[in-house]
């Protein structure tokens, strides 16, 4: 990333700090672009939480700087570093009963896991059966691929064989293209082994807002008289999304018991 193009209010930050998420929250919900975006992922996460059966706890993994709770105030937030949510957790050892959560919710998280084979255990073992996990992550168009792979300062390895890779930093250890290699390219193979989980959706998001707005590491370049008409261009250039969008929306949903064998 250009050093002239960063957010001056994370410098010196360390990624991944109470200070960090308490500066990029702070972005989102200042910058009317980036929050419209936020608003649009959140209601998603919510909206699959909502269909699976009631019951069970919902929880937020990687939470950060989310304010995902102040939406859903019976979600339980939770996150790998002390100090930034209600519980520590690692999506790889949930500490959760068996059948005890009817959702997990995640934005930009998923590929920061660096073993989702015990994620995924883990989850079909704490989900009740028609629970959901739900996320939002980094998508595989072209323009998707050129910008995580050129511009962005996380790894996008989709030449990558492996789900799994090394991992010392929570943050900066990961794969982008993890999504796209285990539910598009190796689809078959996650559904050989994990046949209790149903890919239910993955949807293209709106694109040209969240590039526009600069996210939560870039400076807020549109002014405000702009705002709308950048909204108004999202809306009609939806027909490009499969060449530009830059993130998906993907809900898995545990299979009742007695349909796992079909």
């Known amino acids: 990333m250009l050093i002239w193009l960063r957010e001056p209010r994370l410098k010196g930050l360390a990624p991944g700090s109470p ?10 919900l200042t910058r009317p672009l980036i929050k419209r975006c936020y608003d649009d992922w959140y209601r998603r996460l919510l909206e699959d939480a909502r269909s699976a059966p009631e ?3 919902m929880l937020e993994l990687g939470s950060g700087g989310s304010y ?17 949510a209600e519980r520590v957790v690692d999506g790889r050892w949930l500490p959760f009963g068996d059948g005890t959560l009817r959702a997990l919710l995640m934005s930009h998280v998923f590929h920061h896991i660096p073993d989702v084979e015990a994620f995924f255990k883990e989850a079909q073992r704490a989900l009740v059966p028609g ?7 980094v998508a595989h168009t072209p323009f998707a691929r050129l910008f995580f792979k050129n511009f ?4 996008y390895d989709d030449h990558a064989q492996k789900w799994s890779f090394a991992q010392e930093d929570p943050m900066m250890d990961c794969n982008q293209a ?13 559904e050989q082994c994990h046949p209790g989980l149903i890919i239910e959706k993955l949807e293209l998001l709106p694109w040209l807002t969240y590039f526009s707005s600069g996210g939560v590491t870039s400076r807020y370049l549109i002014p405000k008289f702009l705002e709308g008409l950048v909204i108004a261009a999202d809306r009609c250039l939806k027909p490009l999304q499969p060449l530009f969008s830059l993130h998906w929306h993907i809900c898995l949903r545990k299979r009742a018991e007695k349909e796992v064998g079909r």
Do not use: N, Y
């Open 19 to 28: 200070a960090f998420f308490k500066v990029q929250r702070q972005l989102i």
């Open 152 to 155: 962005h300062h996380e790894p």
């Open 131 to 137: 629970g959901v996990i739900s996320m939002i992550e």
């Open 178 to 190: 993890l999504t796209w290699m285990i539910f598009v390219r190796d689809r078959a193979r996650f």
């Open 68 to 84: 995902l709770k102040d939406l859903e105030p019976a979600l339980v937030t939770s996150d790998v570093v002390p100090g930034i």
């Open 55 to 57: 019951g069970g706890a």
